[in-house]
């Protein structure tokens, strides 16, 4: 496994049950067998989900007298949006002048009706 926190992330979100699993970790805190409830898949398979989730830092699991509890990780998610922020800031500058260069066409058309 890659030890680049980024790929680890990306590569757990990457697949539709552990974003699901994350979407219901939004509600609050569960139980593994909870979380397993929508998905038709064996205990040892949600786990592996679980694991993956929590190697990524996407997750925290706690024990909880015989219960294992998970949580979302808002650090690990943190990590994920300060990345994509980034690009998000470089396609905002795109869109932005390309609405500029948009305008400037429109105004032109507009006087050379005229």
Same mark, same amino acid.
Request: aromatic residues 8%; hydrophobic residues 40%; positive net charge.
């Given at each position: 496994?890659?030890?680049? +926190?980024?790929?680890? *992330?990306?590569?757990?979100?990457? /697949?539709?049950?552990?974003?699901?699993?994350? @979407?219901?970790?939004?509600? #609050?805190?569960?139980?593994?067998?909870?979380?397993?409830? +929508?998905? %038709?898949?064996?205990? +040892?398979? *949600?786990?592996?989900?679980?694991?993956?989730? $929590?190697?990524? @830092?996407?997750? $925290?699991? %706690?024990?909880?007298?015989?219960?294992?509890?998970?949580?979302?990780?808002?650090? #690990?998610?943190? %990590?994920?949006? /300060?990345?994509?922020?980034?690009?998000?800031?470089?396609? /905002?500058?795109?869109? /932005?002048?390309?609405?500029?260069?948009?305008? @400037?066409?429109?105004?032109?058309?507009?006087?050379?009706? @005229?």
């Amino acid at each position: 496994m890659t030890t680049d +926190p980024l790929s680890r *992330i990306f590569g757990a979100l990457a /697949d539709p049950t552990r974003r699901a699993i994350l @979407e219901q970790l939004t509600e #609050g805190e569960k139980t593994a067998g909870q979380l397993a409830k +929508p998905f %038709k898949m064996s205990a +040892p398979a *949600i786990s592996r989900h679980l694991k993956v989730l $929590e190697t990524a @830092e996407l997750i $925290e699991r %706690k024990v909880d007298a015989q219960w294992r509890r998970c949580s979302l990780n808002a650090e #690990g998610l943190q %990590k994920a949006d /300060d990345w994509v922020a980034r690009y998000r800031t470089f396609w /905002d500058k795109r869109l /932005d002048a390309l609405d500029t260069y948009l305008l @400037e066409m429109k105004q032109k058309a507009g006087t050379s009706n @005229e």
